[in-house]
């Protein structure tokens, strides 16, 4: 597990995000998720938090923050909406693909309907809901019909 995705955590190696790899670095809070326990910190930026916050962190957990950096790049860096302190009701409507993909039409970004669905399904409330690191890497390799997401092994804190 990562703990800390936030958008300082994300290298891209090109500026035009179609032909962009993107690599999860920041290791610094990383562990194995069978070494985890309660109570451990997870993110140091408030704002990618995962609902379920400090309680039973989990790699849905940063699933969680992962789709939140996505809506982010997706937006050229700009927030789409205030991700903290969402209620229930805010949460059904801002985090639906119709809502989300019409955002970006009007900031004049357009991307295929199927990644905003998936980075939707990111966003879940509840984790279990959330899809598997490799469900996201095989969808959104079937949208681009490359290998542009990598998961790399990494070495974590024991």
């Not at 849905?60 to 205030?82: E, H, M, R, W």
């Not at 009701?89 to 019409?102: L, S």
């Not at 357009?110 to 598997?132: A, G, H, M, S």
């Amino acid at each position: 597990m990562h703990r800390n995705i936030s958008p300082q955590s994300i290298y891209i190696d090109n500026e035009n995000l179609v032909y962009a790899h993107f690599y999860i670095g920041d290791q610094g809070k990383a562990k194995e998720e069978s070494l985890t326990n309660l109570g451990t910190q997870q993110s140091s930026s408030y704002q990618f938090h995962a609902p379920e916050g400090m309680q039973d962190i989990t790699m849905k957990s940063d699933i969680y923050q992962f789709g939140l950096v996505a809506l982010l790049l997706l937006n050229k860096g700009t927030p789409l909406f205030s991700f903290c302190f969402l209620d229930a009701e805010e949460i059904e409507k801002k985090f639906n693909p119709d809502y989300i993909n019409n955002i970006l039409i009007k900031n004049k970004l357009e991307y295929d309907k199927k990644l905003i669905e998936i980075i939707v399904q990111c966003l879940k409330q509840n984790p279990k809901d959330r899809p598997e690191t490799v469900e996201i890497e095989k969808k959104v390799s079937s949208i681009y019909r490359n290998q542009r997401i990598r998961i790399v092994e990494m070495n974590v804190q024991k």
